[in-house]
């Protein structure tokens, strides 16, 4: 099918634990074990479940960081595991993550400009001037300004930095971005401001995402499909309106019941929020990347 | 010692102030929370001292940047057998109100106001005396139970250490009370994991070992920052479960610390909100939820993601950033974001406006909020 940007046919990945003794045949954790799914061009496909349930190594299979045991990652029609290793550096560029920490994930000794612009001096051989110029496009996309790029992250809030680790996966022009948890750090609001940001880069640039979580509220809003993860396996897979309102499997009915404030008073429910009075009578404003934190 | 004398007078008393209710049957009505916010004693509530009462409580830190004023006069009570709960988002001052609850903030910190436990006035008391106090009569659960353990030594001994030396037992006593210990927070395989080391266990039996530690001498207030942040949340759920079941048990204060407006709902019948080393709201937890009557209250639940939002909703958000302690404004510090801004605002910090019985917030406009 030609809308289908990426496939997973059951992977599994076995990590083999240090020997802990001479002589003991070394333990092994079978980290992932026959996960497969499709992933539509322009959808997003939410993963969830909890610590240890594979998440993180799907992610790192989908970005081809490491080989899976068995099974086969196709993305836009290539088996990227069967790529030879310049090919594969070529096809890199079709997909970029984003990762959880924004303190942990951009390097503090550089300059913005030279963290999103990077992956385009490697890729691509792209010249300085046009280093800058997509650098500039794509932080523009994210809200922040083009003087931000002589800055160095540690200049920058929380929610800021994530911004300026979207731009550094979006400035290949990825169709795929993989986010692993990447409003778990943030404060609320913050999260929020992140979260509309990464809707209104998909519907402009029409990105997909694989999406992992563990917020199921986060994945309920932002995912067209979810895959529940436990102990490496798919346990449920389906429309999140449909998954979170009806879950089948006592694992997903266990982790629907722990989100915490769903018991009365019930701050899912409390008080419609009556139209807030500000200057022109709108609700409380909603922002887009043009009113991000500046 | 008096302070001591006046904990244990109040620890005497029959359990009125016990929680009735589990906390997932939501925090207690209105009208039944014995807890009166500051102010307006009534006679006999003159005679009853309050396990913690904290008053204008300033404290200053020193940075890179000068001088930053970290909380700008917050006040509360906290009963025995109560459970109040700070909510807020980072740098809001609510993890520093517990550090100076404790004696714990960072060198050169200046603290003004009164701080009174059991009676007796922990500001200005020297570290010796405090330490007589803390992981004894005060309990803390920190967020990250694996920086909060020391991973050299076993889970065993770390439980023993508080009652060695406050309580003066013996090896074989302070370890049989460790068991018992670890099998009250419902450790599986309590009597194995005695002798085990932190990274044998996961996070949230690590999370339950710190929490055995700081009930292990029965203290009268616990202090948990975050407890549940770094834990899944089938494991959160269980911690909180455990927390309050414990509260209710012994009839301990809490103050629980949390960003999540979710667990407050779950876990205390009172709240504060901070925004900039100020307390906004505060309240009954039923009351706050009902009424969010101070904009960043509302601000901050708008823009929560929540179960069952249409795909591809936009969440409200509150535009700007938060302020910089060392640049607070001197009026209200939620100003600058604030869509309902008036002149006033800005000029000193608004006073705490009554919202109802025992509910307030700190803003000018607070009849048009809800």
């Given amino acids: 099918m030609a809308d289908v940007l990426l496939q997973a046919e059951s992977l599994s990945k076995v990590y083999r634990l240090p020997r802990e003794t001479l002589i003991s045949v070394p333990p092994r954790v079978q980290a992932l074990d026959g996960v497969g799914f499709t992933l539509r061009r322009g959808c997003s496909l939410g993963i969830v479940g909890e610590s240890g349930s594979g998440k993180s190594t799907l992610a790192r299979l989908v970005m081809a960081l490491e080989r899976p045991t068995s099974g086969r990652v196709v993305f836009d029609g290539q088996d990227l595991h069967g790529l030879s290793p310049d090919a594969l550096r070529r096809a890199r560029a079709g997909f970029q993550m984003v990762f959880q920490d924004p303190y942990g994930s951009l390097d503090p000794r550089r300059k913005v400009l030279q963290t999103v612009s990077e992956p385009l001096a490697v890729m691509h051989g792209a010249s300085r001037v046009e280093q800058r110029e997509r650098a500039g496009e794509v932080i523009d996309a994210v809200g922040l300004r083009t003087s931000d790029l002589d800055k160095y992250p540690h200049e920058f809030s929380g929610g800021q930095r994530q911004r300026i680790a979207i731009a550094r996966a979006l400035v290949t022009r990825p169709k795929l971005i993989v986010a692993d948890e990447p409003v778990s750090a943030l404060d609320v609001s913050v999260q929020a401001q992140v979260l509309n ?57 266990r982790l629907l019941a722990a989100v915490p404030g769903q018991h009365p008073p019930r701050a899912n429910v409390a008080p419609p929020l009556r139209p807030f009075p500000s200057g022109d009578g709108r609700p409380w404003p909603s922002q887009g990347p043009e009113g991000a934190a500046r | 010692m008096p302070g001591l004398e006046g904990t244990a007078d109040t620890r005497a008393m029959p359990a009125r102030t016990a929680p009735r209710c589990r906390h997932r049957h939501g925090p207690r009505a209105a009208g039944a929370n014995p807890i009166s916010s500051a102010g307006h004693p009534s006679r006999h509530r003159a005679h009853r001292l309050s396990l913690l009462e904290v008053r204008d409580l300033r404290v200053t830190l020193q940075t890179a940047r000068g001088p930053a004023d970290a909380l700008r006069g917050v006040s509360f009570t906290l ?118 080391y932190p990274h044998q266990l996961s996070g949230g039996q690590r999370q339950r070992v710190v929490i055995a530690i700081a009930l292990a001498c029965g203290p009268d207030l616990l202090i948990a920052d975050e407890p549940t942040t770094a834990l899944d949340v089938t494991i959160q759920r269980e911690v909180l479960d455990l927390i309050a079941e414990l509260v209710r048990e012994d009839g301990m204060g809490l103050l629980l610390i949390s960003h999540d407006l979710g667990v407050m709902a779950d876990c205390v019948q009172r709240m504060l909100v901070m925004y900039g080393g100020t307390v906004v709201e505060s309240g009954p937890t039923a009351a706050v939820f009902a009424r969010l009557a101070h904009p960043y209250t509302r601000g901050l639940f708008a823009a929560r993601p929540r179960l069952g939002l249409a795909r591809g909703t936009r969440l409200s958000t509150i535009p700007g950033r938060v302020p910089e302690l060392a640049d607070l404004p001197a009026g209200c510090p939620f100003a600058e974001r604030c869509p309902l801004v008036v002149d006033d605002c800005r000029r000193a910090p608004p006073p705490p406006a009554p919202v109802a019985a025992d509910h307030e917030a700190r803003c000018l406009r607070w009849r048009e909020v809800a």
């Fill in chain 1, 197 to 253: 940001l990464m809707q209104d880069l998909q519907d402009r640039f029409g990105v997909t995402y694989l999406f992992i979580s563990h917020d199921l509220a986060v994945v309920d809003l932002v995912c067209d499909e979810v895959i529940v993860l436990q102990h490496g396996r798919i346990v449920e897979q389906g429309d999140p309106d449909r998954l979170f309102r009806q879950p089948q499997h006592p694992y997903t009915q």
């Fill in chain 2, 79 to 196: 009963d025995r057998g109560d459970t109040l709960g700070l909510i807020g988002e980072s740098g809001c001052g609510k993890s520093i109100t517990a550090l100076a609850l404790m004696g714990l903030l960072p060198e050169g910190a200046q603290v003004a106001g009164s701080i009174r436990f059991g009676g007796r006035e922990l500001n200005g008391l020297p570290e010796s005396e405090l330490c007589t106090l803390r992981g004894n009569r005060i309990g803390m659960v920190f967020q990250e139970p694996m920086t909060a353990l020391n991973p050299l030594h076993t889970v065993g001994r770390q439980i023993a250490e508080p009652l060695r030396l406050h309580k003066g037992l013996t090896r074989t006593a302070a370890r049989a009370e460790a068991l018992r210990l670890l099998e009250r927070v419902q450790l599986p395989q309590a009597a194995q994991r005695l002798d085990a």
